[in-house]
């Protein structure tokens, strides 16, 4: 049997209440009301409702309130204020500040049974979202799980034993056992790099770098990146040209993993040039921002492909062959700028290279274009109400 | 001069022990193993062990992790240097992306990183032992 939606409607008119209840009455909900706002925020946390309708003017704590209160008990239910027509303004403001819609005294039973279908409804999806989203972190925290014990944990013991075993028989093997030795070691060290990349993409954690942001130098971490890739730049007999307008204010960031963003920059650059080629790195500030290029006069990419870059997976066609990659560096680098609070853009032409660009808010504190709203304030304060 | 050190592996994967087990008693070292958290919490009471190679991944979770904490917790136990092994980068890189890293569960502690090359892990063994050694002595 399905569970009634429930449905609590708050008014000091008992008119209106019990007109509402008599309206809903054999449409298969369960309803309750109460008189004033603390008898509702009381029926809140005893009845759970899904669906809240709230009068705007009562006496004791008024709508706007209860509102609040309601939302920060359970952001998932749903509300509807009960307003007159001459305070219109007011129901406009309930919903900037939250509630789903609003019922315009007075009101027909079809309006009533209309609007409450709808909010019904909405509870359904926004229901179904969060189980959805649940769902979509458990898989993934699960599926990194599986992967960190089950497929690396036994691909460590292997390739321990085999490098013991190399020890062991150095003396018994010719070389070119030993070069086969050595392949298998270097094949099984591919594997597990490539384990750890997917790991890195799929888990939901790279926002967590955020609580270890302090103010970071750009200058710093490009030196750090260029030193890393440095190696693999002069097997490819390229040069790396560091340029850097000076002084760059701090961000407010996490060094290592700008870092990271800035190796995958610079090993695609690397990776996707001709040998003898030159690949640039510029920095310079812009008011507010603090903007890092990475450029390559390499093999370029086509413009139908760059919109699909950034995705999980997508390999580059030009790219596929002996220089491919897991396909994952850009959306991990991306969503590290991204919790940076920055951007990062990119623009090519096939056959003549690419340039990559980052963009991130100056300013060791996290100021900036990107300001958090009021402290304790929800994330993202009911932006795509329209749609 | 490592010969009469004794050292106790604590990691549930027999296979991967058999690979270090083998490099360090090369080296000259004694070596235990024990498989699981509780056996090995027991093998460090019966004698004094120089070092431990801890594993953190073992069982249903970072229960290595658990075992470093009642290592801490206990005066004596709390001295052995503690040398962590583990695969675990995925897990906390986010931390110190890049670096190796260091989470100093103990006083004495180091981390590699499974695998491990052989020269690597005898390095790593006898500096924390030295350390360990020095510790002792300047109290």
Known sequence: MEIKPRILIVDDEEIVLDSCSQILEGSGYATRTATDGSIGLRQVAEFRPDLVFVDLKMPGISGFEVLERIRTLDPSIVTIVITGYATLASAVEAMQKGAYDFLPKPFTPDEFRLITRRGIEKRELVLETIALRREKELLQENFAAIISHELRAPLSAVQQNLIRLMQELSDQVNEAQMARLERMKSRIYDLLEMIHTWLRAISSDIASIKENFGPTSVEAAISKAVENVYPYAVRKDIEIVVSIEEPLDPVHGDEGTLVEALVNLLGNAIRYSRSGSTVNVDAEQQTDHILVAVRDSGIGIAEDELPYIFGNFYRGRAGAGDEAGAGLGLPITRRIIEAHGGTISVTSKLGEGSTFVIALPAGGSGTGTHHTPEAGGPENPQGGRAT | ?139
């Open chain 2, 1 to 139: 001069m490592n010969q009469g050190k004794q050292l106790l592996i604590i990691d549930d994967d027999p296979d991967f022990v058999e690979g270090i087990k083998s490099i360090l008693e090369s080296a000259g070292y004694q070596v235990d193993a024990a498989y699981n958290p509780r056996s090995g919490l027991e093998a460090l009471k019966t004698k004094p062990y120089d070092l431990l190679l801890l594993d953190i991944m073992m069982g249903r979770g970072a229960e290595g992790i658990m075992v470093a904490r009642k290592l801490r917790k206990d005066p004596i136990l709390s001295q052995i240097p503690v040398l962590i092994i583990t695969g675990l980068r995925e897990q906390i890189a986010f931390l110190f992306p890049g670096q190796p890293l260091h989470p100093h569960l103990l006083p004495v502690d180091e981390l590699v990183e499974k695998p491990v090359e052989p020269q690597l892990l005898l390095d790593k063994v006898s500096a924390l032992i030295e350390l360990a050694a020095k510790r002792k002595a300047g109290k």
